[in-house]
């Protein structure tokens, strides 16, 4: 993943991190943002979108 730096106008490599390390419990978090983005949860599903 990238993050764009329009000052730059040069992409910027992330660095790659799970989310134990910035904090985050998965089933605690991930459970909490699906429920509350149900147009998200509904482009994960297979044939549900890009």
């Known amino acids: 993943m990238f993050k764009i730096d329009r000052s730059a106008n040069?992409?910027?490599?992330?660095?790659?991190t799970g989310?134990?390390?910035?904090?985050?419990?998965?089933?605690?978090?991930?459970?909490e943002w699906l429920a509350t983005m149900r147009d998200l949860a509904a482009r994960m599903k297979p044939g549900g979108g890009s």
Request: no cysteine; proline share 5%.
């Open 10 to 16: 040069r992409l910027r490599k992330l660095e790659r």
């Open 19 to 31: 989310f134990p390390e910035v904090g985050f419990r998965e089933r605690e978090h991930l459970q």
